[in-house]
């Protein structure tokens, strides 16, 4: 049985944290960029895919703020 100090848990949870947000975040932009070319493929204006780019950048922002 081990026992945890406050301090060693919360390392261990912050370390944990940050691995799945570099995870997370490498797969979102290939994802983003995977999406941005297809619509380009579709011969989608680069304005247009600048726009929408944007707009599902701020939901993301704005709903991790309110979660």
Not at 15 to 24: G, I, N, S, Y
Not at 53 to 63: A, F, L, N, Q
């Amino acid at each position: 049985m081990q026992i945890w100090t406050t301090g060693s848990w919360c390392q261990q949870n912050s370390e944990a944290l940050q691995d799945w947000v570099r995870r997370t975040e490498k797969t979102r932009m290939v994802r983003a960029d995977y999406l941005l070319r297809k619509l380009r493929s579709f011969s989608v204006c680069s304005k247009m895919l600048h726009i929408f780019y944007k707009s599902v950048v701020e939901s993301v922002i704005s709903s991790a703020i309110i979660c």
